[in-house]
């Protein structure tokens, strides 16, 4: 059985900006597995009815797609699902590898690596470059903003082989990473995305995810080694060629990406207000087209929508019942501001409803995902937003278990 926070509005206190807006609360009953399966598999809507501009709305762009990441509601998409190369933009799994292994202390900004005369061979002048020598010792801290600003091949590789051993052990790293992401359709074979026949692929929607996950997991991290203009090292000054930076109001990051193989690529984010979009080009014939397009479609995005922010990061947004716990329910909270995009004046046919499959069964550890706040709005695919336990509850006595078994039986 399917519970969706009770038998009445999921919304303690009746969320005021909701009363506003007209948001329903209703609460459907459906299988969740049923539910979530029909938001996976079946063909995307989007944001299409709101017009793009037409100074990029015929540009050959094969593959693009803009996501509220707070929410990972999409406003645009084109092409979302087909694989593709990504090119340099590939350093963004890696500089996501090693900001996961800064986390765990098992990488320090503050560590010297050496340069390997394997590496320093295989890389010199070999595309975008540091001009790493042979012998050198590097601080871990310029090499991810040389990555990262610069698109530096020879650092991604020295980066690679001397934390793992191989380049293998790093691929391995990065691609438990993407699928922890849940990254599904995305192998990475190369720590930089140079050519590899096709071994290294990813899709809009994978990156899109990969791109939320940076900026919620790892925002102080972005800000310290990416977004940069230009990146000075060794004497030698080198420009970021991010066509959002200085160009695009809260632009401030992530990557570029270009190979004959991919064509230009770009995975960037851009914040105004609170409220960050996430967006992915690829396959732009020329590196004019991709910088039109993604400040335009940027640009698009935070004007063509109406927006209001529904819970801040720790609201209660509902509560869910419990099996066999010493509670007969746990509150729900957010861990994120959560906001609503919906294409101009139709605000009041949205509807948000929490979904989860239940009754949940104790024991229940504060902090668990238990629980999906779904927001629909018309002609948009749903976004799905993690609900969090308040509190944790505990396996309930027998004697607890018999008397709420009564009230569940009896209400």
């Not at 797609?65 to 590939?90: C, I, K």
């Not at 540091?130 to 990555?147: F, H, K, P, Q, S």
């Not at 397009?293 to 698009?300: I, P």
Request: charge should be positive; glycine fraction near 10%; aromatic fraction near 8%.
């Amino acid at each position: 059985m399917c519970n969706y926070a009770g038998c009445g509005s999921p919304f303690r206190g009746h969320n005021p900006i909701l009363r506003r807006m007209g948001v329903g609360a209703s609460l459907r009953c459906k299988t969740a597995l049923a539910y979530f399966a029909a938001l996976l598999f079946s063909a995307p809507l989007s944001a299409q009815s709101v017009p793009l501009p037409t100074e990029i709305a015929d540009l050959d762009v094969p593959v693009a797609l803009l996501v509220d990441a707070s929410n990972g509601q999409v406003l645009f998409e084109r092409g979302a699902q087909r694989r593709f190369v990504p090119a340099s933009v590939t350093k963004v799994m890696t500089l996501y590898t090693a900001f996961e292994m800064i986390d765990a202390g098992k990488l320090s900004p503050d560590h010297y690596l050496t340069v390997s005369p394997e590496a320093w061979m295989e890389w010199r002048g070999k595309g975008s470059t540091m001009y790493l020598n042979a012998d050198d010792r590097v601080l871990v801290r310029d090499l991810l903003t040389g990555i990262a600003n610069v698109s530096a091949n020879d650092a991604s590789y020295v980066l690679a082989e001397e934390t793992s051993g191989s380049l293998r052990g790093w691929t391995a790293q990065m691609n438990a990473k993407a699928r922890s992401l849940g990254m599904t359709q995305s192998h990475f074979a190369t720590p930089n995305g140079w050519p590899d026949q096709g071994r290294t692929f990813t899709t809009a929607r994978d990156l899109a995810t990969l791109g939320r996950a940076m900026m919620q997991k790892h925002p102080e991290k972005v800000a310290r080694f990416m977004g940069r203009k230009e990146f000075t090292f060794g004497g030698i000054t080198q420009t970021n060629h991010d066509p959002m930076l200085g160009q695009v109001e809260g632009a401030d990051g992530l990557k570029t990406g270009y190979t004959n193989e991919a064509g230009f690529t770009y995975l960037g984010t851009a914040q105004r207000d609170g409220h960050r979009l996430i967006l992915v080009v690829a396959g732009a014939d020329r590196k004019s087209e991709r910088a039109r397009f993604a400040r335009g479609l940027m640009e698009w995005g935070f004007t063509a929508f109406d927006r209001q922010t529904v819970f801040q990061k720790g609201s209660d947004v509902g509560a869910a019942k419990v099996q066999n716990g010493d509670a007969r329910s746990v509150e729900l909270i957010t861990d994120r501001a959560v906001s609503i995009n919906a294409p101009k004046g139709s605000a009041d046919r949205m509807r948000v409803s929490i979904r989860y499959d239940g009754p949940l069964r104790a024991p229940i550890v504060e902090g668990d995902k238990v629980a999906t706040l779904v927001i629909e709005t018309p002609d948009m695919e749903p976004a799905q937003v993690p609900l969090l336990a308040k509190r944790s509850v505990g396996v309930a006595a027998a004697f607890d278990r018999i008397i709420n078994a009564l009230a569940g039986w009896l209400s």
